[in-house]
């Protein structure tokens, strides 16, 4: 972060000062006091399980220059606000306003907003790897894992200096309202919405609601700014009349209106796709590739080392973003091609030693997500291997869970999924769901708990399998995702 004192951070807060104005912050700003080091500010955050305010003195001992409390804290340097979360929100609104205001003509940062109900992690990864080449190392920003709500975001605005080019930052929504006091922090330069989908709609109540939400980045990029569009989500699609004059827009997808497409799209037996990737004359930045005389259009090939077909649409989208940024065609296509995940849980494959594949998409679900990594299992596994599909609990899908988990258990059985294993009574209707579609019997087993599901997969996975781990972040099926990549089976560990 920028360097600021104590009546800095005080006027930026609205707080109230306990401490020398002159005391200067220098570090970091952390809400874990186990982070802090010299000139770091601590932001007491009350959480459900501990109070960040208890922890404030170790904080201040190991190094902290001052503390941004909700109450006065004898003896320690504060900053007294009504809300420290709201508090930290402000004052990452300051800090990038002032480092805006203050750079040099064509040197101040430019923010990518990035939203949508899937893929917004994996698109966040991939523009860091397209544009770090650009920016170098020092002058890029992006969150490793999903810091996109109104602690995480804050924190990672916080980190911008006068030597950021790039900040990309990650947004997500369980309520109307979110994305919009997202982007009140961090305006984007270019704003992105990937997909409305059903993620959280027990929070939204429908899925207009949700999309009535993603819209919010439309309305909150900067004037003059970039608005970027998924053409074939049609809900996405019609944000685009909700840009407001003056912005430009971008659309990506498989249609062929897209100004950024995707064309001749194979999946090899690894799940990873090819496509050619084809771009708009007034889309590209330059030339350098294969051009359509008549069009004007560029053309590169690109092959993912990303695992799921999915991920085609998350490609598209970090390559027009970095399009319009002016990477080139060609760049972008390589850089694509050579792009890996970044982030943990997400289609992250691991090859076991003893011949077991192990696919561990545990960090999050929703019914969309669910289907494009149980796709993704049906090819690896082909018709040689044996495909298992280890389910936990969809979350935050209200009302309309059951029928959402059942459609699951449906779906298991009519890619010809061979083994089927639903862990806890959040997930049972994914295994009654597939015990109603087909003339299943030990096919789908269901598991009260991670301990019966650990016990069961190792007492029972063969060389040759293809393991798919996947559910919401809450249902804790990251642990056994960690376990099965780490692990060989206990039968293998016995000999």
Do not use: C
């Amino acid at each position: 972060m920028i360097e600021l004192t104590a009546a800095q951070v005080a006027a930026a807060t609205g707080g109230r000062l306990h401490a020398d104005p002159d005391v200067t912050v220098t570090g970091a700003v952390i809400i874990d006091s186990r982070e802090a080091g010299p000139g770091a500010l601590f932001v007491a955050l009350p959480g459900e399980r501990v109070d960040g305010h208890d922890f404030a003195g170790r904080a201040v001992a190991t190094g902290a220059a001052l503390v941004l409390a909700g109450r006065e804290l004898d003896g320690l340097p504060t900053v007294v606000v009504d809300d420290p979360q709201e508090a930290l929100g402000e004052l990452a609104r300051y800090v990038l306003a002032t480092v805006r205001e203050t750079a040099a003509d064509g040197e101040a940062p430019r923010v990518i907003g990035v939203t949508g109900s899937v893929g917004k992690t994996t698109t966040k990864d991939l523009l860091g790897q397209l544009l770090t080449p650009e920016a170098g190392e020092d002058a890029i920003i992006v969150p490793t894992g999903s810091f996109n709500n109104e602690i995480g975001l804050p924190l990672t605005v916080l980190r911008v200096t006068g030597q950021t080019r790039y900040l990309v930052a990650e947004m997500g929504a369980d309520h109307i309202g979110n994305i919009a006091y997202l982007t009140r922090i961090a305006p984007p330069d270019v704003g992105v919405v990937l997909a409305v989908g059903v993620a959280h709609v027990g929070h939204f109540g429908s899925v207009e609601a949700i999309a009535k939400t993603k819209a919010e980045m439309v309305s909150g990029v900067v004037d003059g700014g970039t608005v970027v569009l998924n053409a074939d989500d049609l809900r996405v699609a019609a944000m685009a009349g909700q840009a407001a004059p003056g912005t430009t827009l971008r659309t990506f997808g498989t249609i062929p209106s897209a100004d950024v497409r995707a064309e001749d799209i194979t999946v090899d037996a690894t799940g990873r796709a090819r496509f050619t990737l084809r771009v708009a004359a007034s889309a590209a930045s330059s030339s350098g590739t294969a051009q359509d005389g008549a069009t004007g259009e560029q053309r590169a090939d690109v092959a993912l080392q990303l695992v799921g077909p999915h991920h085609v649409s998350n490609a598209l989208a970090a390559a027009t973003v970095a399009l319009r940024l002016g990477v080139p065609v060609a760049d972008v296509a390589q850089r694509l091609s050579a792009a890996t995940a970044r982030s943990p849980h997400r289609m992250a494959v691991t090859e076991r030693p003893d011949g077991v594949t192990v696919i561990d998409d545990a960090y999050n679900a929703n019914p969309d997500s669910m289907k494009a990594a149980l796709r993704t299992l049906a090819v690896m596994a082909g018709r040689t291997r044996r495909s298992v599909a280890v389910l936990g609990e969809m979350r935050e899908l209200g009302d309309g869970a059951r029928a959402a988990h059942d459609e699951i258990g449906r779906l298991v059985v009519r890619l010809n999924v061979k083994q089927l294993v639903v862990v806890g009574d959040g997930a049972y209707h994914i295994h009654e769901g597939a015990m109603q579609e087909g003339s299943w019997g030990s096919e789908s087993i269901f598991v009260p708990d991670l301990d019966a599901a650990r016990t069961l997969l190792d007492e029972s996975l063969e060389p040759g399998d293809v393991v798919l781990v996947k559910s919401s972040l809450g249902s804790g099926l990251w642990e056994l995702g960690d376990h099965l990549s780490m692990a060989l089976t206990a039968k293998d560990n016995n000999k």
